[in-house]
């Protein structure tokens, strides 16, 4: 299984910012696909995740302004990301986790930086 991420970048505080992961490999249909983050200095940290029926879970510090949303046929996952702080300035990683067996992948992070 392999994750690819894209969409990071610079945006200044208060614009929006999507990323994007597609999946590729084998694949089973029960799984939770998420972002988490990491800022410099700090533990890696769960964003948003959403299971294959469509289920989401939050962070309470995006909860309002960040949606995340999958395209099962496409295998991707999606965060779409507004109202953007300076404190949302991470590097954002894909995760693709297997519920039975509890196996997961991660992505290569992007790097989303808000300016003030």
């Known amino acids: 299984v392999q994750l690819q991420a894209s969409g990071g970048g610079l945006v200044q505080a208060g614009g929006p910012l999507r990323l994007s992961c597609a999946a590729s490999?084998?694949?089973?249909?029960?799984?939770?696909m998420g972002w988490y983050r990491q800022a410099a200095g700090k533990q890696r940290e769960l964003v948003a995740t959403?299971?294959?029926?469509?289920?989401?879970v939050y962070a309470d510090s995006v909860k309002g302004r960040f949606t995340i949303s999958r395209d099962n046929a496409r295998r991707t996952v999606d965060l779409q990301m507004n109202s953007l702080k300076p404190e949302d300035t991470a590097v954002y990683y894909c995760?693709?986790?297997?519920?039975?067996?509890?196996?997961?992948?991660w992505g290569k992070g992007t790097l989303v930086t808000v300016s003030s």
């Open positions: 995760n693709l986790l297997f519920p039975v067996g509890g196996k997961d992948y």
């Open positions: 490999g084998s694949i089973f249909s029960i799984n939770v």
């Open positions: 959403i299971t294959s029926p469509g289920t989401t």
